[in-house]
């Protein structure tokens, strides 16, 4: 019902609509929903609504990684994708 | 008439670079790697990114020399004025001067060439042919287009779809400037024919931008991958814009007591202040600032504790700046503007305590953005305003304390690229946002009881 709503996203620098957030991840929502729709619409009720609570535990309950971690994994994820096991 | 701009001669311009990593007190707790739990090497970094660049990345050299090649680049803009904002000064009618480095000047409009410039050097020399790299409006991509083109590299730069159909002229530049500007998801790489395949309208995110890039270097061997911000080596060449300020401020004999930049990656914060950070590590009076958002308060909220650094809680406990892991952005967000964690560097020196970070409302700095405008002309960017906010708030406070203060502040770049997000904001379309203290609450419950660094 909100999906049109637009609000800037501080990340990517521009507009986008609550249904962007909501798919930011893919299935899920982006893990700043929350902090930036709030504000402007009970967003958290509606997501425990909405979400299931294994897409709510990847969404909101993931552990903070240093920049170096993140970009190794990435750069582990893409080496398996070019040369499949 | 007094003086509003300082410049130096171009043979004037710094030669070497400044490493931040000679000075610091303590040492920083390296990076571990996510698999084996040991410190990162330079061969895990080795896939994406050249080995002269990697060692870089790691070396603790105080001086760093600027290649030639890169400095004749840099000459096409630097060394950038030194202005003093007269007219910003008498609308806030405080006991300050403010003095701001103007980095909108570059050919791209912000401070994003001083690494782009360089790193595509590094990569050249390294026997590279193409780079490629994620961005979210374009700053970063377009900066790097050009930096590319000026080497003889090619350029690939993964765009946030949403992002690229929203704002076709960062895309524009980055094609004026011969880059190959690709909306993600793409049929180029196998992380965005996943996603195509399954949601072919999708309209991308940084993660899947980031996943893309790096894929697209991991599987060329003449490709490397290139990043904006946060990383050592990237905070490292935009010393040259802090070196150059502390030669423009000796001419006119001035030195500041407070220096201030705005803080997403961290990069032109670092550029700027770094050098300062040298001063006052061997004894300058001094307080350096970094201005972040109060939609994410990393710095300002969330406390330097441990915390895990794996979803499976594997790895060792890291010192890190965190509001917990319930409220932290997935992981893959890293590769974004607004990181969660900042760069380790500026991170460090904030746990050091020799800079504080403070926090801005987006209201608050489009309210200094505009005030800006009104009085010094220049537009300046979305990011950039937090940093105007940030002096306006250390202006107020220096007519409350009746002191007078020197302000020194980075301009990191022009907004006339982003006058969508001004229009937003003269449409009473942005919020004021802080996040409430019980979400906070909540989400450090998940670090309770974990060992104090
Ligand atoms: C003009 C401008 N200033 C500041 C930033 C924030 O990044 P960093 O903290 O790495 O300088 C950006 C990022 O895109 C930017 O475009």
């Given amino acids: 019902m909100y999906d049109d ?48 609570a294994a897409q709510w535990d990847r969404c909101f309950n993931q552990k903070p990684k240093d920049k170096v971690t993140t970009l190794i994994e990435l750069i582990e994820e893409a080496k398996k994708r070019v040369k499949p096991a | 008439m007094e003086q509003v701009k300082v410049f130096l001669d171009e043979r004037e311009i710094p030669t070497q670079w400044y490493n931040v990593l000679a000075d610091v007190p303590t040492p920083m707790s390296p990076p571990l790697h996510p698999g084996t739990g040991q410190p990162v090497g330079p061969d895990d970094l080795a896939p994406v990114f050249p080995m002269n660049l990697i060692e870089q990345e790691v070396s603790t050299e105080r001086w760093i020399d600027i290649p030639e090649e890169v400095l004749e680049k840099y000459l096409l803009w630097r060394p950038t004025p030194l202005y003093r904002a007269r007219n910003f000064e008498k609308l806030l009618d405080a006991p300050v001067k403010i003095y701001y480095k103007n980095e909108g000047v570059s050919p791209p409009g912000s401070h994003k060439p001083n690494t782009a410039v360089a790193q595509a050097y590094y990569n050249k020399v390294f026997g590279v042919k193409r780079l490629s790299t994620e961005t979210g409006a374009g700053q970063w991509g377009s900066a790097l287009s050009m930096a590319c083109k000026m080497f003889g590299l090619e350029c690939r730069v993964f765009m946030v779809k949403v992002s690229y159909e929203q704002k076709p002229f960062r895309g524009l530049m980055m094609n004026v400037w011969g880059a190959n500007c690709i909306p993600s998801p793409s049929d180029k790489t196998e992380a965005g024919r996943r996603i195509l395949a399954e949601h072919p309208d999708s309209p991308g995110s940084l993660g899947i931008a980031i996943s893309e890039a790096i894929e697209d270097a991991v599987s060329d061997k003449d490709a490397r991958y290139s990043l904006g911000s946060v990383l050592n080596h990237v905070l490292l060449h ?216």
């Fill in chain 1, 5 to 52: 709503l637009e609000i800037r996203c501080p990340k990517l620098g521009g507009e986008v609509t609550f249904s962007y957030c909501q798919s930011e991840e893919g299935d899920s929502p982006c893990p700043r929903i929350i902090a930036c729709w709030q504000p402007h619409i009970p967003v958290e009720s509606y997501l425990k609504r909405v979400l299931t």
């Fill in chain 2, 238 to 453: 935009q010393t040259i814009n802090g070196l150059e300020t502390q030669k423009q401020l000796e001419k006119i004999g001035v030195y500041p007591d407070v220096v201030m930049g705005c803080t997403g990656g961290g990069s032109n914060f670092a550029g700027l202040c770094l050098p300062f950070v040298r001063d006052k590590i061997h004894g300058k009076e001094i307080s350096i600032v970094a201005a972040e958002p109060t939609s994410c308060p990393t710095m300002t909220r969330g406390p330097f504790a441990y915390d895990f650094g794996d979803t499976a809680q594997t790895t060792p406990l890291l010192a890190m700046h965190t509001l917990g892991h319930d409220f932290v952005p997935a992981p893959i967000h890293a590769g974004g503007l607004r990181y969660h964690g900042m760069a380790p560097i500026v991170s460090h020196l904030v746990k050091e305590q020799i800079i504080e970070a403070r926090a801005y409302n987006q209201i608050q700095t489009f309210e200094a953005g505009i005030k800006w405008a009104h009085t010094e002309g220049f537009i300046s960017a979305p990011e950039t305003n937090h940093a105007i906010a940030a002096v306006v708030q250390e202006a107020e406070r220096a007519k409350e304390e009746g002191k007078e203060k020197v302000i020194l502040f980075n301009w990191s770049g022009h907004g006339l690229v982003d006058l969508a997000a001004y229009d937003a904001y003269l449409s009473g379309k942005l919020t004021q946002y802080e996040m409430p203290e019980e979400e906070i609450s909540r989400a450090l419950k998940s670090i309770e009881g974990f060992p104090k660094p």
